[in-house]
T-cell receptor, first 112, second 114 residues
Framework: NAGVTQTPKFQVLKTGQSMTLQCAQD?????MSWYRQDPGMGLRLIHY???????DQGEVPNGYNVSRSTTEDFPLRLLSAAPSQTSVYFC???????????FGQGTRLTVV | GENVEQHPSTLSVQEGDSAVIKCTYS??????FPWYKQELGKRPQLIID?????GEKKDQRIAVTLNKTAKHFSLHITETQPEDSAVYFC?????????????FGAGTILRVKS
């Protein structure tokens, strides 16, 4: 099992550009989520999904879109990147009915 | 919604000493409290967790205590070693809403000096 895989690991965007951060898991986890990590603020939930076709907003959803067409994949889209979106992004997954969340290795995004 | 506060933000200890990190939560319905360790440039990894029906849990040099009445929980690391240096995050999971959501504290940078 590869676990939770995120791509890319690093990305630099110009303000206004769009991009998609990819997240895939091979553990058949129903629950997937995206967090952003900023210094002194911990991990904040952006969006989450409890299964294919079902998504919901977390604490800081503005500026981000998600979709869940398969159990394995949960991409995060930035439609028009802003410098405030410079952060490290983590995808996490877990089985519904269990509690342990497994994290991907992170994507460091810089918006200039 | 749930709010988790974590203290201190940084902690320096001498190798062999104990370290204690404290968290408080706001939602009395929260029932699961994990602690994650994140080494520099790495992903967060679960090191210990506790459920609301348990007051204390130990795993070798680490332990977690939970006080439901006061809504706080703590991580205790004994006999600290240089490899314990990392950022530690507490979290709380509330069953409210659609799927249990983990809400994290801001993190504690632990430095173990040898």
């Amino acid at each position: 099992n590869a676990g939770v895989t995120q791509t890319p690991k690093f990305q630099v965007l110009k303000t206004g550009q769009s991009m998609t951060l990819q997240c895939a898991q091979d553990m058949n986890h129903e629950y997937m989520s995206w967090y952003r990590q900023d210094p002194g603020m911990g991990l904040r939930l952006i969006h989450y999904s409890v299964g294919a076709g079902i998504t919901d907003q977390g604490e800081v959803p503005n500026g981000y879109n998600v979709s869940r067409s398969t159990t394995e994949d949960f991409p995060l889209r930035l439609l028009s990147a802003a410098p405030s979106q410079t952060s490290v992004y983590f995808c996490a997954s877990r089985l519904l009915g269990t509690d342990e969340a497994f994290f991907g290795q992170g994507t460091r995004l810089t918006v200039v | 919604g749930e709010n988790v506060e974590q203290h201190p933000s940084t902690l320096s200890v001498q190798e062999g000493d104990s370290a204690v990190i404290k968290c408080t939560y706001s939602d009395s319905a929260s029932n699961y409290f994990p602690w994650y360790k994140q080494e520099l440039g790495k992903r967060p990894q679960l090191i210990i967790d506790i459920r609301s029906n348990v007051g204390e849990k130990k795993d070798q040099r680490i332990a977690v205590t939970l006080n439901k009445t006061a809504k706080h929980f703590s991580l205790h690391i004994t006999e600290t070693q240089p490899e314990d240096s990392a950022v530690y995050f507490c979290a709380a999971s509330s069953p409210r809403g659609y799927g249990n959501k983990l809400v994290f504290g801001a993190g504690t940078i632990l430095r173990v000096k040898s």
